[in-house]
């Protein structure tokens, strides 16, 4: 039984999504005056992206933390998951290293699993998540280019979010949770 859990975001790595240089030739615009808004802009419109469709784009080291009492199971967040890092077990003030013959990652559902219980008070899981920048979906991509574009000229004062068209581009990788 998992008796407590927690969630850590160790750092957020940069973003490789858009390059401003990018986003400012899409937008037409040659000065730099408008530099740190549009960078806001970029940084805003990943996530909202982030927060709708339920999957990481900007890459974070993240840190589990498990108390464990014969728990073999654990769904990790911060979708989708391009490695884990390190896996080892603390009991008072002692650390030991997981080996690959101890657990198995299922990439499909973002679950580890241990192949034998463990006597020990907490697991901690070091990973990284989000999409790799040549591995990001195009049509996510582009939403983003496309909500920074609206957000910039203001046609996205709708209501506080953004266009059919970005929404319909996000659709197909939304996670929903239930």
């Known amino acids: 039984m998992l008796i ?11 973003q490789e999504l858009w390059q401003l240089s990018e986003v400012k030739n899409y937008l037409r615009i040659s000065d730099d005056y408008d530099d740190n ?10 996530s909202s992206a982030e927060n709708f469709i339920g999957l990481s784009l900007v890459n974070r080291r993240i840190e589990f933390r ?3 009492q014969k728990q073999q199971q654990f769904v990790l967040k911060y979708q989708p998951i391009r490695t884990i890092t390190e896996i080892f077990t603390e009991k008072d003030e002692n650390k030991t290293v997981l080996n690959n013959e101890q657990y198995y990652f299922d990439t499909t559902h973002s679950s580890l699993h241990l192949l034998q219980p463990i006597n020990t008070t907490t697991l901690v899981v070091h990973y990284i998540s989000g999409f790799s920048s040549n591995n990001t979906p195009s049509t996510i991509k582009y939403g983003i280019l496309l909500h920074v574009a609206e957000m910039y000229d203001r046609e996205a004062a ?5 266009s ?15």
């Not at 808004?37 to 990943?46: G, Q, R, V, Y």
């Open 4 to 14: 407590q859990n927690s969630f850590k975001i160790i750092e957020l790595l940069p």
């Open 37 to 46: 808004l549009i960078t806001n802009l970029i940084d805003t419109a990943i």
């Open 66 to 68: 498990a108390k464990l």
């Open 158 to 162: 709708l209501e506080n979010s953004f």
């Open 164 to 178: 059919s068209a970005v929404r319909n581009l996000y659709l197909p990788y939304r996670q929903l949770k239930i």
